[in-house]
Each structure stands twice: as structure tokens, then as C-alpha cells.
T-cell receptor
Framework: NAGVTQTPKFRILKIGQSMTLQCAQD?????MYWYRQDPGMGLKLIYY???????DKGEVPNGYNVSRSTTEDFPLRLELAAPSQTSVYFC???????????FGQGTRLTVV | KNEVEQSPQNLTAQEGEFITINCSYS?????LHWLQQHPGGGIVSLFM???GKKKHGRLIATINIQEKHSSLHITASHPRDSAVYIC????????????FGTGTRLKVLA
């Protein structure tokens, strides 16, 4: 199993550009999450999904959008990138409530 | 007051020492996770607990559901254990959203 795969690992964006952060898992997990981690800070939930076709906002959803058309993929879209979106983004998945959590390796995004 | 509190926030130990990191929470939970993050690195799940105790190598995790408390122990600590350890709980409220502690930054000196 590859686990949770995030791409790209690094990206520099200019203010106002858009991009999609990809997240894929091959474990048939229903629950998937996008977090951001600012330097020296904890994880903040951006969006999450409890299954294909179902998504919901987390603590900090502004400036982001998600979709979940398949169980495997949970892309995060940044529209009109801003310097405040400079962060490390982590995708995670779990099979169910009492199961191990799997995290991707993270995407380090810088907006200049 | 945060719903998930970790202590200590920072910890420096000498190689070989026994280390304990604590996590207290104030909500009913379905599960508690201990995560490890090395500097500049990814996040790795160490344990998922819903009751009792688990052991993996030099790491031991315990949870007391009645007291709403969990501990992560590292025996015979090593410099490679230097990392941030994060406690995360999944509330029973049914929203499937984890609540994270602020992390414990551990440094083990050789």
C-alpha cells in the first residue's frame, strides 16, 4: 500500500495564482481531511469528507475549495492565492472511528 | 481552556532517560491518537487508543477513559526520538473532526 500520497511536495505561487493540491489514498478509507500547519503552530482543519460526494468545512475554510468525486481522491483547490496561505498542508485519512490515522508527507506552499 | 491539553510543552532529556508526556481532554471521545512529527518532517501515527494500553518497541501509550487522561512513555530515550508529539482526540459528538493538543516538543541529548 502506498498509504496517503500528496503532490506536489513543494510549490511557490505568486499572489493571485491558483493551484490544486492533490491527495490520494489507496486504502479505501471513507474519512479524509485537509489540515494546514503554520510555522511553530498546530494543525488546523480546512475541510474534511466522510465519503465520496460528501464534504464539510473545518475551522479555516476561507480561500479553499474541495471535492470528493471518488473515495480515493480528495483535492484541495486554492483560488487567488494570498501570502496568508503560506503554510504546510497535510492530507490525512482514516478507515473508521477506531482506526489508525494516516498522513501524507505534506505540501510546503509559499505564496509570494 | 483548550479541550485537549498536553504537558509539558517542552522537554529536554538525556539519552537513556524515561520520558512521559501527558494528555488531558475534557470531552467524551471515541478514540485518542498519539502522533509524531520530526522537525520539518511529516506526521506519523504512533498509536490509536480507545481503552487500556498499547506498546510498540520502546513506546508505551496508556489511556484512562474515566479520568480523561492519556500518557505516552518513551523508555531508553534516544536522540532520534527528538520530535514534536501530538495528542489528538476524536469526540463522540459524531462530527468526525479531530481536536489536537498543542504538542510537546521533545529534545533528547546524546
Amino acid at each position: 500500500n502506498a498509504g496517503v500520497t500528496q503532490t506536489p511536495k513543494f510549490r511557490i505561487l505568486k499572489i493571485g495564482q491558483s493551484m490544486t493540491l492533490q491527495c490520494a489514498q489507496d486504502m479505501n478509507h471513507n474519512y479524509m481531511y485537509w489540515y494546514r500547519q503554520d510555522p511553530g503552530m498546530g494543525l488546523k482543519l480546512i475541510y474534511y469528507s466522510v465519503g465520496a460526494g460528501i464534504t464539510d468545512k473545518g475551522e479555516v475554510p476561507n480561500g479553499y475549495n474541495v471535492s470528493r468525486s471518488t473515495t480515493e481522491d480528495f483535492p484541495l483547490r486554492l483560488e487567488l492565492a494570498a501570502p496568508s496561505q503560506t503554510s504546510v498542508y497535510f492530507c490525512a485519512s482514516i478507515e473508521g472511528v477506531n482506526t489508525e490515522a494516516f498522513f501524507g508527507q505534506g505540501t510546503r506552499l509559499t505564496v509570494v | 481552556k483548550n479541550e485537549v491539553e498536553q504537558s509539558p510543552q517542552n522537554l529536554t532529556a538525556q539519552e537513556g532517560e524515561f520520558i512521559t508526556i501527558n494528555c488531558s481532554y475534557s470531552v467524551g471521545i471515541s478514540a485518542l491518537h498519539w502522533l509524531q512529527q520530526h522537525p520539518g518532517g511529516g506526521i506519523v501515527s504512533l498509536f490509536m487508543l480507545s481503552s487500556g494500553k498499547k506498546k510498540h518497541g520502546r513506546l508505551i501509550a496508556t489511556i484512562n477513559i474515566q479520568e480523561k487522561h492519556s500518557s505516552l512513555h518513551i523508555t531508553a530515550s534516544h536522540p532520534r526520538d527528538s520530535a514534536v508529539y501530538i495528542c489528538a482526540v476524536l469526540p463522540t459528538s459524531g462530527t468526525y473532526k479531530y481536536i489536537f493538543g498543542t504538542g510537546t516538543r521533545l529534545k533528547v541529548l546524546a
